[in-house]
T-cell receptor
Framework: QKEVEQNSGPLSVPEGAIASLNCTYS??????FFWYRQYSGKSPELIMS????GDKEDGRFTAQLNKASQYVSLLIRDSQPSDSATYLC??????????FGSGTRLQVQP | ETGVTQSPTHLIKTRGQQVTLRCSSQ?????VSWYQQALGQGPQFIFQYYREEENGRGNFPPRFSGLQFPNYSSELNVNALELDDSALYLC?????????????FGSGTRLTVV
């Protein structure tokens, strides 16, 4: 079992819709969680971090964390074609490293 | 534009050769980590340095080694290159010595081993 799991996609949504990206993790000791966006051929860019249960909103992005279910999600409201990218979920487990999932590819159709 | 810069951007090496990749972190970021990202995969942790000392290492063999310098720059060295070492190598820096608050990634070095 991978430590951080994501559906590889592609997840296809129409422009203006809500995109929902999900991630599960296996290490209950994971302390903090991150969503990175990675455009093709580019490096990951941090878009959201979340440390406690519940929701955290930043503009069109909402991160949700449920530690009991070991589940993290990212909602993107009013999706735009420029949001088309691979979204990487990462967990910090206290071993001085981030553990990444393989990423979910999001396609926003104009 | 991130505050983390990497060089070179692309590199082609022959199997068995050695390579050095370089990174310049954001000022004040004492923590630097290196990750390897194979095509279609998430980044995999190689190692982390804090104030010039290695303080964490992933499941990579000893032929992957590194250095961190007082001026916030660092190096990743890979000896005896193998074809499977072909990947995007990412340098990441953090203000947090543990890295628990996330990292800023550089633009990466694309290494191709032939």
């Amino acid at each position: 079992q991978k430590e951080v799991e994501q559906n590889s996609g592609p997840l296809s949504v129409p422009e203006g819709a809500i995109a929902s990206l999900n991630c599960t993790y296996s290490d209950r000791g994971s302390q903090s969680f991150f969503w990175y966006r990675q455009y093709s051929g580019k490096s990951p860019e941090l878009i959201m971090s979340i440390y406690s249960n519940g929701d955290k909103e930043d503009g069109r992005f909402t991160a949700q964390l449920n530690k009991a279910s070991q589940y993290v999600s990212l909602l993107i409201r009013d999706s735009q074609p420029s949001d088309s990218a691979t979204y990487l979920c990462a967990a910090y487990t206290g071993r001085r490293a981030l553990t990444f999932g393989s990423g979910t590819r999001l396609q926003v159709q104009p | 534009e991130t505050g983390v810069t990497q060089s070179p951007t692309h590199l082609i090496k022959t199997r068995g050769q050695q390579v050095t990749l370089r990174c310049s972190s954001q000022s004040g970021h004492n923590t630097v980590s290196w990750y390897q990202q194979a095509l279609g995969q998430g980044p995999q942790f190689i190692f982390q340095y804090y104030r010039e000392e290695e303080n964490g290492r992933g499941n990579f063999p000893p032929r992957f080694s590194g250095l961190q310098f007082p001026n916030y720059s660092s190096e990743l060295n890979v000896n005896a290159l193998e074809l499977d070492d072909s990947a995007l190598y990412l340098c990441a820096s953090s203000l947090d010595p543990q890295g628990a608050r996330g990292y800023t990634f550089g633009s990466g070095t694309r290494l191709t081993v032939v």
